[in-house]
């Protein structure tokens, strides 16, 4: 359920980015088709303790505009994914689905390496499920226990070598995530009283490899 | 086709789960608080509570078999003082910050006056042994009557003592031949209801007597058929409410000389007891009422704090909006006259670890 989900909200991103380079094939704006992946690490001991590092992938469609092309405006979709190794079969998994607009611009390059430091804006779909995989059959998900959203703001700096590039960034996200009813009404059951929503900081630190090419 | 895309998926997720076994889950981090304090575990396990009254807003002070115990703020904190309640026996009466406790010791019956909700007690002499004792009834004034009853040579004798604080001594009042004493309440010094039955009268009614005098002479005003074992409480000089434990409630308007029935609700009547002028409060075995008209008519309340059922074996209101209800387990609160509960005390799993 979950998967297909994912899948959905990837799909309609993957749309978004076709129609951006059909519309700018049209109007002649320079574009570029970017991804890149890489890895994450939270700011947060606490959270870090239970997720140690995470995978980000992302895609978008990067617009060359103003001052001769220096600035870029990418729409983007991405997915981060954290895992959690319970046991042997159980794998605690956070997945964010990330949907947003990212500028950035060409100040200096010294040699080959163009320097671009780049600003992000997503909302995210924040969920966290159980993955069981007994290895005989295909994986089964359970239901969320956590699930949010939230507006996440990213700053960082991208160093590009032609067509590739290496990227760091801090980000600042802090979705209100909401507890499953079965797990506040068996919290009631037992004597603690659980709040419906909580904020959880979830800023991270993220280094990623990436592609930017001109279709 | 499929084989080979299973392989890539557990592949790329091997990958992916590569150096990434936490500790704990998400959920761990996610808030969450006790309801209760769990330090109140000494309070009730293997002890239980037995006496506690509402001082103020939220000042609890009370006894337990193992102790004595206070709190200023529902039991976020709490005094608890290892003293032992003698024994199990005996019957307990309190009003007005006085605790009374007659326990039989030897020949006679010991009795113990508590000033401070049973901190601190000093003893006096009651009654012989021979005499059952039935109710200790404290009044507004700090005087108490012992109600009790003996048998001697097939004659069921009613035995009325009245203690004055100062002395403590208890001073034969009223005795009455071929009666079987049931409950007796005061209001002042002066005036005062007794509920009797003749020896060889039907075990489901009741005389009710009254008195001016401070309890040296009754007069018989009326009687009451279908009640087995009754209780009385007092709502004010005219008003008095006699109920059994099955539920069959009879309310006077004149001080005792007529009663109507009036249905406080379903289930057992555990004790009643007046909050204010009009303010009548029914602990019922499953939940409370509340009456506003002086105990004419009856509303049992939404009585739930936490999705548990408001139940205890005793009640104390310290005014219309704030009462305790408790019983050997656990203690409830409110602050609004029954509309909502808190809770105290109560033996979840993390308090009974």
Redesign the interface.
């Known amino acids: 359920m979950i998967v297909r989900r994912l899948g959905k909200k990837t799909g309609w991103i993957g749309i978004l980015l076709l129609a951006s380079l059909r519309l700018n094939a049209q109007q002649e704006v320079p574009v570029y088709l970017e991804g890149e992946f890489g890895v994450d690490r939270f700011g947060e001991a606490s959270i870090r303790s239970v997720f140690p590092a995470g995978a980000v992938i992302r895609l978008g469609a990067a617009f060359a505009l103003a001052d001769q092309g220096r600035l870029r405006l990418r729409p983007q979709g991405g997915v981060k994914y954290f895992g959690n190794k319970i046991d042997e079969e159980i794998t605690e998994q956070l997945l964010v689905i990330k949907a947003g607009v990212q500028a950035s611009y060409d100040v200096f390059f010294i040699g080959q390496a163009t320097f671009f430091p780049y600003l992000g804006v997503d909302y995210n779909w924040v969920s966290n499920f159980d993955m069981e995989d007994y290895g005989e059959e295909d994986a089964t998900y359970s239901e969320n226990y956590l699930r949010g959203s939230g507006m996440s703001q990213e700053i960082g700096l991208r160093v590009q070598i032609r067509e590739w590039y290496v990227k760091a960034g801090y980000e600042l996200f802090r979705p209100r995530l909401r507890a499953k009813r079965s797990i506040i009404e068996d919290d009631l059951a037992g004597g603690y009283l659980t709040p419906s929503s909580h904020a959880f900081r979830f800023n991270t630190l993220n280094i990623s490899i990436g592609f930017s090419i001109q279709p | 086709m499929m084989h080979v895309c299973?392989k890539i998926k557990v592949v790329l997720?091997s990958l992916?789960?590569l150096?990434?076994?936490?500790?704990?889950?998400?959920?761990?981090?996610?808030?969450?608080?006790?309801?209760?304090n769990a330090e109140t575990r000494v309070l009730i396990q293997d002890n239980q509570l037995i006496y506690a009254r509402l001082h103020g807003r939220l000042h609890i002070d009370g006894t337990t078999e193992k102790g004595w115990f206070s709190t200023p703020d529902n039991f976020q904190s709490f005094d608890f003082e290892d003293r032992p309640w003698p024994i199990a026996q005996g019957v307990l009466g309190f009003a007005d910050g006085l605790l009374v406790h007659a326990i039989p010791n030897g020949a006679t019956w010991l009795l113990r006056f508590s000033e401070d909700d049973g901190k601190t007690w000093e003893t006096s002499e009651g009654p012989g042994a021979a005499v059952s004792l039935m109710q200790v009834a404290v009044t507004a004034n700090q005087t108490v009557w012992l109600l009790g009853a003996q048998e001697i040579g097939g004659n069921s004798r009613l035995l009325l003592y009245r203690i004055d604080l100062p002395d403590k001594r208890a001073e034969l009042w009223y005795t009455k031949d071929n009666t079987t004493p049931l409950a007796i309440g005061f209001l002042g010094r002066e005036n005062g209801w007794l509920l009797y039955r003749g020896q060889y009268e039907a075990a489901e009614g009741v005389r009710i007597g009254t008195t001016v005098d401070g309890g040296r002479e009754w007069t018989e005003r009326s009687a009451i058929s279908r009640v087995t074992s009754p209780s009385l409480t007092l709502v004010d000089a005219n008003r008095l409410l006699v109920y059994d434990r099955a539920g069959r409630t009879f309310l006077s308007s004149d001080g005792g000389t007529s009663f109507e029935e009036v249905a406080i609700g379903t289930g057992e009547i555990i004790s009643c007891q007046s909050a204010g002028e009009n303010v009548v409060y029914a602990l019922l075995d499953q939940g409370v009422a509340k009456s506003s008209d002086g105990g004419k008519s009856w509303s049992p309340l939404e009585a739930g704090a936490?999705?548990v059922r408001i139940t205890g074996t005793a009640m104390d209101f310290y005014n219309e909006q704030r009462g305790i209800v408790y019983g050997p387990d656990r203690l409830f609160f409110t602050v609004d006259g029954g509309k909502s509960w808190r809770m105290g005390v109560?033996p979840?799993?993390?308090?009974l670890e």
């Open positions: 299973k997720v992916l789960l150096g990434c076994d936490g500790e704990g889950t998400l959920l761990d981090l996610y808030p969450f608080e006790p309801i209760v936490h999705g109560y979840y799993d993390y308090v």
